[in-house]
Nanobody, 124 residues
Framework: QVQLVESGGGLVQAGGSLRLSCAAS????????MGWFRQTPGKEREFVAA????????YYADSVKGRFTISRDNAKNTVYLQMNSLKPEDTAVYYC?????????????????WGQGTQVTVSS
């Protein structure tokens, strides 16, 4: 049974930082691309960042480029999202996802497994 468990969300002031973690189990983690998406009420899930299965490439949404960094530790079956210079518009539920194809797609439908999400709230 595949499980993805996010942690690290919370309330932070604008300009602050948070690091999200996503611990995976039940899959060969090193063979999966890992992505982060976010969603606010009434909106579709939005791509944030992704890391290919071999760690060769990372991709970012334009809205977070230069502020967010995705990384992975295959020894710990964990992917991270370091979020700096947070803005109120970054407020959302953040989800991690695993993609067996491994190419780090920006499309949510390409991902096979999803976590339950963690709330990030940025106050102005």
């Amino acid at each position: 049974q595949v499980q993805l468990v996010e942690s690290g969300g919370g309330l932070v002031q604008a300009g602050g930082s948070l690091r999200l973690s996503c611990a995976a189990s039940g899959l060969t983690f090193s063979k999966y691309a890992m992505g982060w998406f976010r969603q606010t009420p009434g909106k579709e899930r939005e791509f944030v960042a992704a890391y290919t299965w071999n760690g060769g490439s990372a991709y970012y949404a334009d809205s977070v480029k230069g502020r967010f960094t995705i990384s992975r530790d295959n020894a710990k079956n964990t992917v991270y999202l370091q979020m700096n210079s947070l803005k109120p518009e970054d407020t959302a539920v953040y989800y991690c996802a695993a993609d067996a194809v491994g190419d780090g797609s920006r499309l949510s439908l390409k991902y096979d497994y999803w976590g339950q999400g963690t709330q990030v709230t940025v106050s102005s």
